[in-house]
């Protein structure tokens, strides 16, 4: 009689789970009721001692006990994995950040340096012709599509034109115009102060790798060119940018012996450049 009064409450425990929808309010009601009682008679018979009652409430409560074991488990799985999703959302963003373009931070006391020296150069000596003079209508064109529609045969519309750029901000666009000159005008008088200002287009960027191979370039086009003080020194700075700094003041230590009749304004930036190497 317990072992078939069991049953009915396993039985009916499955027909109380089935979906509200298959059943009626007043069904469900008079089936739990009907539990209810079962569940009683269930409890009366294991406090008279029967056996079996006692059996099948001992693994009711090791049911129950389990349960509360798996409900702990999932809510400790749930956990991590919003620790893992969350995980993964950031990574997301670091890697759709990195894969995006972003254009260089400029270094402001790189930026005086490099206009004090456009200061010192003075004004252009050579205009544009007059086809580059005129304004761009609709604003769409680019300094490297000025580039492209510049004729190469030009160098010094191509030359000025760069220094425009420099003087306006336009570091893209300068680098543009100068590696173009360097590449179109090598044997151009000015190739040495090019690739000079070629180097200040990447230094001002923090982009010392490439402004160093520019500096080098222009001390070997011009080593006693009117820039050569001055990319002997920013060719120390990139050394130091990269963290090659006893190369930095190894440079630097060579700048009195191979140009002794240096500007004033020169010497300082060396000296200035030293104290921020911090050599000895």
């Not at 039985?11 to 929808?21: G, R």
């Not at 030359?159 to 590696?179: N, P």
Request: hydrophobic fraction near 40%.
């Amino acid at each position: 009689m317990i072992r078939f009064f069991s049953l009915a409450v396993l039985a009916t425990t499955l027909v109380v789970a089935a979906p509200a929808e298959s059943q009626s309010r007043r069904e469900l009601g008079e089936r739990i009721d009907a539990t209810e009682v079962r569940i009683g008679e269930l409890e009366a018979s294991f406090l008279a001692g029967d056996p079996v009652a006692e059996n099948l409430l001992q693994r009711l409560e090791a049911l129950d006990y389990q349960v509360r074991e798996m409900t702990g488990e999932l809510e400790r799985l749930s956990y991590e994995n919003r620790q893992l999703r969350e995980q993964l959302d950031t990574l997301q963003m670091s890697l759709d950040a990195a894969s995006s373009p972003v254009e260089p931070l400029v270094d402001d006391a790189a930026t005086a340096w490099m206009n004090e020296g456009l200061d010192e150069a003075g004004p252009d000596t050579n205009q544009l012709p007059e086809a580059a003079e005129q304004p761009i209508a609709d604003g769409s064109m680019s300094m490297a599509s000025m580039d492209d529609a510049m004729p190469a045969s030009d160098p010094n519309a191509l030359y000025d034109g760069a220094r425009s750029s420099l003087l306006d901000g336009d570091f893209a666009g300068a680098q543009s115009s100068f590696e173009r000159f360097v590449t179109d005008h090598g044997d151009d008088p000015r190739i040495g102060e090019a690739q000079y200002w070629l180097g200040e287009t990447h230094f001002v960027r923090n982009n010392f790798a490439e402004a160093a191979d520019a500096y080098i370039g222009s001390l070997r086009s011009q080593p006693d060119g009117e820039k050569a003080p001055d990319a002997l020194v920013r060719l120390a700075a990139s050394l130091h940018g990269l963290g090659r700094t006893d190369e930095a003041c190894g440079t630097l230590a060579r700048f009195g012996r191979q140009f002794p009749d240096a500007s004033q304004a020169s010497r300082d930036r060396a000296a200035r450049e030293s104290v921020r190497a911090n050599c000895q």
